[in-house]
């Protein structure tokens, strides 16, 4: 059994909605569009069937709402695609094992009022949110309710990254080039909004928080010297700002906090980030995502089929694990 925790479907009712609310939305319809696995259920399961026993937990794809809609348009967006999203499961349990529902933290009241009703009469494994809330950040006050209400609910959170040309690589230029703000930009945006949320101290709050970070953690395993003992100092490189108090407000060491995150393989197959991955949140915290129809799903099983695990692990990582974390059957 294999079951794809992070893949990513736009239900139809969603983008007809969001085709007809303004030009700018429907400019995102059409790239959406463009890519006939996202809303196309045909070309899907055909994709599906050539792997045997392959199962998806589906979530919007990026842009976050927030980007792309103002709060009351967000709000209806995201209670169209939940409502179909959870029909979808509903009719295709054999293709679906479950969906994370979408919310517009724009509106921090009508998102939670989205989380309950999803998660309570729709059925929702759990919540996506994007790693700001266009341009804010996920440690801000006003996003406390939504991380209480998550405990509250105990369902895990999907962590995507947001990040557009828009964010320049060099401040000489108008835009991000060669899409480095895709390749590079996403894995760092995962990175910051990680350890923002572990220095605002949000697990010390909601001990049984589970985090989803999409692509094995961004740059986190592979940083984790610079972001264990190189961060022991923290504060020490910094003159207009006093972060003497930070380290000291946490329960346990810093490092022990990013090792709470899970992580999924959605790496386009890299076994080498597998690995280190691994290495660093432990196979307990992996669970098997290709990003599909945007990752290739055959090159990732075969990177865990490849990895130097033993078969319970291999187990765990393809399937046990999003079972625990998803409460599935």
Known sequence: MIIDTYTHLAPRSFLSRMNNMSAALGNITAR??????????????RAMDAVEDYRQIISLPNPSLEECADPKEGRELAHIANAEMAELCSKHPSRFAGFVAAVCLTDVDAALQEVDAAIGALGAVGVQIYTHIDGVPLDHPSFEPFFARMSHHDRPIWLHPTRTAAMSDYKSEAKSRFEMWWCFGWPYDTSVAMARLVFSGVFDRYPNLD???HH???????????????????GSRTRDEDYSGVLSSLKRPHLDYFRMFYADTAMFGSASALDCGLRFFGSEHVVFATDAPLGPIRTTIDAILGADIDDGTRAAILHGNARRLCRLP
């Open 211 to 213: 985090i989803i970070t």
């Open 32 to 45: 959406l569009l463009s890519v006939k696995d996202l809303y196309d259920l045909d070309v899907r399961f």
């Open 216 to 234: 094995l953690g961004g740059m986190i395993p592979y940083f984790d010297g610079r972001v264990g003992p190189g961060l022991d100092v923290l």
